[in-house]
């Protein structure tokens, strides 16, 4: 059937895309068109992903932002020949959930359950593409039980242990927060000023591999977010140092060891800083200091991490009354303790080297502490220094390494601690060991049971999972709500039987996000959490999707997991992600970050009931560059619903037909420039563009429709090529103007069509013709003429002809394919 035999009983009819939209998306589901099996003969496969979303109760612009793109994407790359995964679900455990329950005095699991069914039917309203009989849900048993699964693995392999360490803590959530989770001392999620506590936590070693998650620059990932990574990692390279103590501490600790960047600077050390937490501070404090120490700590204790670290913050501390021992000179050394030190970084004690450290050289002064210059600056007379020399220099006061440069003296001096036993080269990272622990309720319960006989011992892999009770006091406490379950505290050591209690902390939620990606490839498994011959074919994924904000804490997250599973055999390759994008952020029309308190919040669902889900995803996509984002112009998504009701008009309500030659080519040069351009604009995710593009060539259709007639065969190949290209931004109407085309199958099934180069290529150009840089005309002439043959048909034309008659041209200035400027007197 031709579109001109649709065009009488189409004539009258009108784009309803509300109508248009619910009807396909039905169809779609009822046929499983979107529905992936992990092989089809002669398609390779290829996996596509966007985060999936927490479930907060309404998806908000920002997730369609991030997933219309995303499923453009999908689609296009499944009509260019590839069997496409594009899965989706809920990442549905976490505090919201506990802080709305508590406000709104509902359980958090009905919350999220009922949030999981209203997020579900607003994703679909999308007409993406997501294949459903995946979907995963991390707050449900049978997904939370490979969680725990993880646990187990990192347990039994040495990655996850449990000590006493500071912790930040947020007062307001009363729970542990990983330090990723803090932002300029603040809680990210209810933006309250966090404390430091002391207490029992579980921790993943992620800092054992760290110099791999240190090796990203191969990654096809963004630059800014690699180095996000690698300055978070902070490889340090140095030496690490013993000091004898002076006096054997209580617990038979004899030494003190430093990592430090300056072992050239050793000689100079004039006093030690313990961080107020270190283990060894209330063992060396002697009697008279008790009180001093006593009462730093505590003022410590009440500072954050951000606080303590503040380079603008003076910096203050107290003497133990205890002294170690410099092992290269001899020189007893005063250990005192100060904030500015961290005990969750290195070995949380710090040498002091005065001379050479601004921050030393200050704490110095306001104490009357030695400074002992060992780098001599250039022309220094030995005089007392007014500032820390910090550059290189040469050493003295060093003894046998007099005389040498600084540079060379690092390597020298640590080799020397390592021939002694004093130490040695090392290496240190930023990195510190992942905290999963979170005293709340609304997590996956942390798998052991702690036995008085066999202390902590894995729950065993065919007890999983341990379930969360449902009768459980959720409301903070400062405590996990689960030690208030005696029914579910009580239970039995798995290696004897004796009565023993389970773990009652659960697991941060970035746990659960952490391997999503692997289980969705296969979904369903009972034995395992991703069968090997599952994770080849789809592992690792080829192109993920999502904000930069994740750069430090999920993405960084997810490496560390994927080479956990590599190591245990369970997966192909080191990286789980083998592309990634960072979309912009979409603004309020305002400008700023959408928010409910600023009342330039966006509804999703008002934009598509009133102008459609395809409009929407097409002016989300026309909006600007995917990873710049920008405001949301509440009127500019006008235009965009009219191009779509153009485009309706030029395909169900032809021109007449009349057989055209010039005018074919012509037209068909117009499509398969299109088809060129928008192909590559896709796939370089230049989603704006490819919009633009399209609207350009619905303009060109427009305009010869306008003008009555067109060559029918020409006609009927631009629209029919119009819904391919249309299909993977605006899949409705895209698979609606097929089905009245009489195309078979559905339009998502097609191939991408190709196009012809020598179509693409023009038979002539239009040339500008100025005198003296003044416009008299334009003129067609073959494309790649030369400047004579461009003169030649301008001086020919008649429509030039009155006003380039009698002019003395002295020169021309040509630019092939564009202009002709005359220059004469």
Known sequence: ?????????????????????????????????????????????????????????????????????????????RMRGYNVLFPMGFDAFGLPAENAAIKGGIHPKDWTDANVIRMRRQLRSMGASFDWGREVISSHPEY???????????????????????????????????????????????????????????????????????????????????VMQRNWIGRSEGAEASFALEQPASDGTTEIRVFTTRPDTLHGVTFMVLAPEHPL???LTTPAQAKAVQDYQENAARATEIERLATDREKVGVFTGSYCINRLTGDRVPIWIADYVLATYGTGAVMAVPAHDERDFAFAGRYGLPIKVVIAPPDWDRQPLAEAWTEPGTLVGSKQFDGMPSTEAKRAIAAHLEQQGWGGPKVQYR??????????????????????????????????????????????????????????????????????????????????????????????????PVDRDAAEAWLPVAQYTGGS?????????????????????????????TRYFAQGQILGPDGRRMSKSRGNVVAPDDQVQKWGADCFRAYLMFLGPWDQGGP??????????????????????????????????????????????????????????????????????QRLRDAGTADGNAWDEAVRTLALMLAPACPHIAEELWSRMGGAGSVHQQSWPAFDPALVVRDTVTLVVQVNGKVRGRVDVPAGADEAAA???????????????????????????????FVAR
């Open 791 to 821: 003169r030649a048909a301008a001086l020919a034309d008649p429509r030039l002809g009155e006003a380039l008659a009698g002019i003395n041209v002295q020169r021309a200035i040509y630019v092939p394919g564009r202009l002709l400027n």
């Open 281 to 283: 501070v209330p063992l």
């Open 549 to 577: 904000e994740h750069a430090t804490m999920h993405l960084l997250y997810a490496r560390f997991f994927y080479k956990v599973a590599r190591d245990l055999g369970l997966v192909p390759g080191d990286e789980p992600f």
């Open 1 to 77: 059937m031709t579109i001109e035999q649709t065009s009488d009983r189409a004539r009258a009819e009108r784009y309803q895309p509300g109508e248009i939209e619910a009807r396909w998306q039905a169809r779609w589901e009822a046929d499983g068109i979107d529905r992936v099996r992990d092989h089809v003969e002669g398609r390779p496969n290829r996996y596509h992903l966007t985060m999936f979303p927490y479930t907060s109760g309404d998806l908000h612009v920002g997730h369609w932002w991030a997933m219309a793109p995303s499923d453009t994407l999908a689609r296009f790359f």
């Open 632 to 701: 949301y112009d509440v009127d500019g998504i006008v235009g965009v619903s009219r191009w779509l009701n153009r485009t309706w008009t030029v395909a169900v309500d032809p021109p007449a037909r009349a057989a055209d030659a010039a005018g074919a080519r012509a037209l068909r040069h117009t499509v398969h420039a299109t088809l060129k351009k928008v192909g590559e604009d896709y796939e370089a995710k230049r989603f704006n563009t490819a919009i633009a593009a399209l609207m350009e060539l619905t303009n060109e259709l």
């Open 431 to 528: 990195l510190r060991d992942w905290l999963i622990s979170r005293q709340r309720y609304w997590g996956a319960p942390i798998p052991i049971v702690t036995c008085p006989d066999h202390g902590e011992v894995a729950v065993p892999e065919d007890q999983l999972p341990v379930e969360l009770p449902y009768d459980v006091e959720f409301r903070p406490t400062g405590q996990s709500p689960l030690a208030l379950s005696p029914k579910f505290v009580a239970t039995t050591c798995p290696q004897c039987g004796k009565p023993a209690e389970r773990e009652t902390d659960t697991m941060d939620t970035f746990m659960c996000s952490s391997w999503y990606f692997m289980r969705y490839a296969d979904p369903h498994n009972e034995v395992t």
């Open 144 to 226: 939370y039980r490979w969680t725990q699964w993880w646990f187990v693995q990192m347990f039994k392999r040495g990655l996850a242990y449990k000590k006493a360490a500071p912790a930040n803590w947020c007062p307001s959530c009363n729970t542990t927060l990983a330090n990723e989770q803090v932002k300029d001392g603040r809680c990210e999620r209810c933006d309250t000023l966090v404390e430091q506590r002391f207490m029992a936590q579980w921790f993943f070693r992620i800092t054992d591999y760290a110099e791999e998650l240190l090796d990203n620059e191969a990654l096809d990932w963004p630059d800014h977010v690699k």
